[in-house]
């Protein structure tokens, strides 16, 4: 009774907050066994061992990307909680300057970008504006230059929208050069959707590297 009150208690507090239950049931073996393989410590005498037990899973959601799970498990006899709190992605990739996307021109052919856009959108942020800034420096440095940019998108959603939003981006990026006095002859673009990844779409870091600007020198 004590116990059933108590879930209780945890269930209704956590609803309060916005938190939505994922999960109820006992844990697999198999995943009991992965973790086993991993972890270290489960607690004086497995004290926070979940074997057998029956598990509740909730996650309450923020806008920052630092979302909490708690885990409550327990029996008659005791029970424990567990809380985690997910750090959010943290862009650790630097903005291109002008001098080095002329060198990777120069030497490789390409230079690859991640230009800032407003999610699921081929609209500029802030940055994504100097960004291109930085390619008008290349291109009046070297007016005989010309690029084909293309655009990349990761695997989230629909293939068909990401392929079509990747042509999207890419024309931003080309009219915005225009804007900035860069003839249209010296520019042309491509979008090729979620294809040709450079980076693992399993991690949200990998999923940064893939969304981005290619700069193709036209020879």
Same mark, same amino acid.
């Given at each position: 009774?004590?116990v059933?009150i108590?879930?209780k208690?945890y269930?209704?507090a956590?609803?309060a907050v916005?938190?939505v239950?994922i999960?109820?049931?006992k ?7 992965r973790i086993?393989?991993?972890a ?5 005498d497995?004290?926070i061992?979940?074997?057998?037990n ?11 990307g630092?979302?909490v799970?708690i885990q409550l498990?327990g029996n008659?006899a005791g029970g ?5 709190q997910k750090?959010?992605?943290?862009q650790t990739?630097?903005m291109?300057?002008a001098?080095?996307?002329? *060198?990777? #021109?120069?030497?490789?052919?390409k230079?690859?970008?991640h %230009?800032n856009?407003d +999610? /699921?959108?081929?609209?500029l942020?802030?940055d994504?504006?100097e960004?291109?800034a930085?390619i008008a *420096?290349? #291109?009046?440095?070297d007016?005989?230059?010309?690029i084909? %940019?293309?655009?990349y +998108? /990761?695997?989230t959603?629909?293939?068909k929208h990401?392929l ?5 981006r890419?024309?931003?990026?080309k009219?915005?050069l ?12 491509e979008?090729f959707?979620?294809n ?5 779409n399993?991690s949200e870091?990998g999923?940064?590297?893939n ?6 020198k036209?020879?």
């Amino acid at each position: 009774m004590v116990v059933t009150i108590l879930r209780k208690s945890y269930d209704e507090a956590i609803k309060a907050v916005g938190g939505v239950k994922i999960y109820e049931g006992k844990v697999p073996t198999e995943e009991i066994n992965r973790i086993k393989e991993q972890a270290t410590y489960f607690g004086e005498d497995g004290s926070i061992d979940y074997w057998n037990n029956i598990v509740k899973v909730y996650v309450i959601r923020r806008a920052n990307g630092d979302d909490v799970y708690i885990q409550l498990a327990g029996n008659t006899a005791g029970g424990n909680i567990q809380i985690l709190q997910k750090e959010a992605f943290k862009q650790t990739i630097t903005m291109l300057k002008a001098d080095q996307i002329q *060198k990777d #021109l120069s030497d490789k052919g390409k230079a690859v970008l991640h %230009i800032n856009f407003d +999610t /699921d959108k081929a609209t500029l942020k802030g940055d994504g504006k100097e960004a291109i800034a930085e390619i008008a *420096k290349v #291109l009046n440095a070297d007016k005989n230059l010309k690029i084909a %940019i293309h655009g990349y +998108t /990761d695997n989230t959603g629909d293939e068909k929208h990401n392929l079509q939003l990747s042509k999207q981006r890419a024309a931003t990026v080309k009219d915005e050069l225009i804007k900035s006095g860069i003839e249209v002859s010296r520019l042309t673009t491509e979008g090729f959707g979620q294809n040709s990844p450079i980076a693992d779409n399993n991690s949200e870091e990998g999923k940064f590297q893939n969304r981005r600007v290619e700069l193709i020198k036209d020879k």
